[in-house]
């Protein structure tokens, strides 16, 4: 295959914005929680980048993309270290089957991992090592993210080979199943497999202290915004980018992807309103990243209107979905269950009926959606068990939860040594621990009314 320079561009380029993404994340995220823990929230996505880039190109690559071991995960060690992966025999440069060096499908790929691991944070905000963190930043990439790149883009279990699922329930012809699952950016590898862990991790951490009793507002919303839109803008490179060339797929994904997310943002507000009489601009902010969850797997596979229905439905089903924590007494910090499980659930189901030409409403039968419905629920199993596993190991070993004085003082201070604002450094230094509970909530007074029900 010959260097297709254009398609080699489109991709650096896409790997760029993506990289982008953790970035923006991390202010969406800084601004939601208080502004004693901020410099946290924002080192828990900065630390992730660091330490699975790092994985990645130990073992990442390999166990993504590597020889196939029972369907389950490619072998660590068949191209570790990258090893037998960027050149080829003749020691060029390798190209893939778009014209693409393989060395910028490697590029591309990690931060899809980065991201996804980084999503988790938001779940455990306020109250978590940093160093648990760290540590389980790389285990949980390793036996979760890994095996389910593997599974769906690899050609393990839930991809469209002929050793697959699919396969082996719809039949397959030239190795190929005859109804493929889709999931074109992430549905299930990213979205449903960080809101499972979410959930997961919120459960056997715990509570935060005063959750549901004292106010927890985001201090910064212009933060939250800007947070969002650098998602919005990076995730061009996540959807566009996933055609893996600068084509007609590409400009569809393109165009599908701001579709779904205008009409998120509406549901979500329509809902608001409805419900609690405003309609917020953090409610803006969550709207555009349910939107754009939502699209992630469906990118590919719908049209301009068909995605704008998903993106209202999802909208409005996350907006509902935020408020189920009060309801059932789990502390999920920053909603990454109601935004990003829910919304890759959406996203991941809806296609079996909008999918163009196999989707149920369109003509396409039921087949489409038997297994959209089935990736989707092995990727739930598979993340919550092994998410389980690694959580209540590492609260054996290292534990999970700061002392009770660093948290009600502030985790930046207390772990970071840091505070993001001056006036907020000279409360906490001013008062011990124990008298910071009324002092440091907020740095910055914010309108926004949280729903307890």
């Known amino acids: 295959m010959e260097l297709d320079t254009g398609a080699t561009a489109w991709m650096l380029m896409s790997a760029s914005l993506v990289l982008l993404m953790t970035p923006g994340l991390a202010f969406f995220y800084g601004g939601m929680v208080r502004g004693k823990s901020v410099l946290n929230m924002l080192m828990m996505s900065f630390g992730a980048m660091a330490v699975i880039m790092v994985v990645y190109v130990l073992w990442g690559w390999s166990m993504s993309y590597g020889s196939d071991l029972g369907g389950i995960v490619g072998n660590p060690f068949d191209q570790f270290g990258l090893a037998g992966t960027l050149y080829d025999d003749a020691g060029e440069f390798a190209i893939d089957g778009f014209g693409v060096p393989v060395a910028v499908g490697v590029a591309f790929q990690v931060t899809f991992a980065i991201i996804t691991t980084a999503l988790i944070s938001g779940a455990i905000a306020d109250r978590v090592r940093f160093s648990t963190w760290m540590v389980f930043a790389a285990i949980w ?94 995730w061009f490179g996540f959807n566009a980018g996933s055609a893996f060339t600068a084509d007609g797929l590409a400009g569809l994904a393109w165009v599908n992807t701001s579709a779904a997310t205008a009409a998120a943002v509406l549901g979500w507000l329509a809902t608001e309103r409805i419900r609690d009489g405003h309609a917020t601009s953090l409610g803006a902010a969550s709207g555009i990243v349910a939107g754009l969850v939502a699209v992630t797997p469906a990118a590919g596979a719908l049209t301009p ?31 990454v269950v109601g935004v990003h499980l829910v919304g890759g ?26 297994i959209q419905v089935i990736i989707a629920a092995v990727a739930m199993l ?35 040594g840091e505070t993001a604002y001056e006036a907020l450094g000279a409360r906490i230094s001013s008062h011990d621990g124990a008298r910071t509970t009324t002092t440091t909530t907020d740095s910055v007074p914010v309108t926004r009314t949280e729903v307890t029900a």
């Open 305 to 335: 209107v068909t995605s704008l229905v998903l993106g209202l439905v999802a909208g409005a089903l996350c907006a509902l979905a935020v408020g189920l924590k009060f309801r059932f007494g789990y502390d999920d910090s920053l909603d």
């Open 345 to 370: 659930l959406v996203g991941t189901v809806a296609l079996g009926f909008l999918a163009t030409d196999t989707g149920l409403l369109l003509g396409g039968g039921i087949d489409q959606l038997v």
């Open 382 to 416: 598979f993340s919550g068990v092994v998410t389980l596993v690694i959580a209540l190991a590492l609260k054996a070993t290292m534990g999970w939860r700061v002392p009770e004085e660093t948290e009600v003082g502030g985790i930046d201070l207390g772990v970071h």
């Open 141 to 234: 990439v390793t036996l979760s993210y890994f095996p389910l790149a593997h599974m769906v883009w690899g050609g393990g279990l839930l991809s469209g080979a002929e050793g697959g699922i699919a396969a082996a329930l719809f039949g397959a012809t030239d190795g190929t199943a005859n109804t493929t699952p889709i999931d074109f950016a992430g549905g299930t590898v990213v979205h449903i497999n960080a809101g499972v862990a979410a959930l997961v991790l919120a459960l056997v951490v715990g509570r935060r202290r005063g959750f549901g009793k004292e106010p927890m507002r985001p201090h910064n919303l212009p933060f939250v915004m800007l947070g969002a839109a650098l998602l919005w803008f990076g």
